[in-house]
């Protein structure tokens, strides 16, 4: 374990009394230091206090150490799996595999978009963007695996940029919903630091 915890107190009331680090992976520098404040913005947002969620936690300890030992592409999409999971554990993402509200099947090309409001439904004129029901249908069945992680990193990494684009704008929108804000603070600082 990278950090040895010592409680003190009656078996009633426990009390932390000293946190120490036992080492671990890299420290994240940079953008991915930068990813791994947006992963912990997510998480204080989403989750409410005490709650546990022993696999998320796990997942996150993994991506931690994804984007501290690489960069470019590698970092969006672990940040793209990580927030497909974290929606799917805390029960904010619909089934993907087909429409949320006619659980009609989803038609292998035609274009569906994920919305806050609706889950997910056929795309339309006034949509910016959205994604062919056999990316949909993957991406439920990497989720649907015994090792999710693992295969929905792989899937985000096969995509197409314009696809990866497609999938953040949407689950950025389901995310800043759920979040009840308009950008989140990670996402107001990494504009911020672009426009210097």
């Known amino acids: 374990q990278p950090l040895h915890v010592a409680f003190g107190g009656d078996a009633e009331i ?3 009394r000293s946190a120490e680090w036992q080492g671990g992976h890299v420290m994240p520098t940079g953008d991915a230091l930068l990813s791994g404040y947006y992963l912990n913005e997510l ?4 989750l409410a206090r005490d709650d546990p969620h ?3 936690f796990d997942i996150y300890a ?4 994804v984007i501290a030992s690489e960069h470019g592409e590698v970092l969006q999409t672990a940040l793209r799996t990580y927030e497909l999971l974290l929606l799917r554990d805390i ?3 619909p089934e993907l595999n087909a429409q949320t509200l006619t659980l009609s099947p989803l038609e292998p ?3 569906y978009v994920l919305v806050a409001e609706g889950g997910l439904r056929t795309h339309n004129a006034q949509d910016r963007t959205g994604l062919a029901g056999s990316v ?4 439920h069945d990497s989720l649907s695996t015994d090792a999710p992680f693992t295969a929905t990193l792989r899937l985000c990494a096969e995509m197409p940029p314009e696809q990866r684009n497609a999938l953040q704008g949407q689950l950025r929108a389901l ?3 759920h979040c009840g804000v308009k950008t989140l603070r990670t996402r107001q600082m990494m504009i911020d630091l672009q426009s210097l």
């Open 62 to 65: 993994r991506v931690v150490q």
């Open 109 to 111: 090309d035609a274009l």
């Open 54 to 56: 022993a696999a998320l």
């Open 91 to 93: 029960g904010f993402l």
């Open 136 to 139: 949909w249908l993957q991406l």
């Open 43 to 46: 998480l204080m947002t989403l």
């Open 175 to 177: 995310l800043h919903y």
């Open 14 to 16: 426990r009390t932390l």
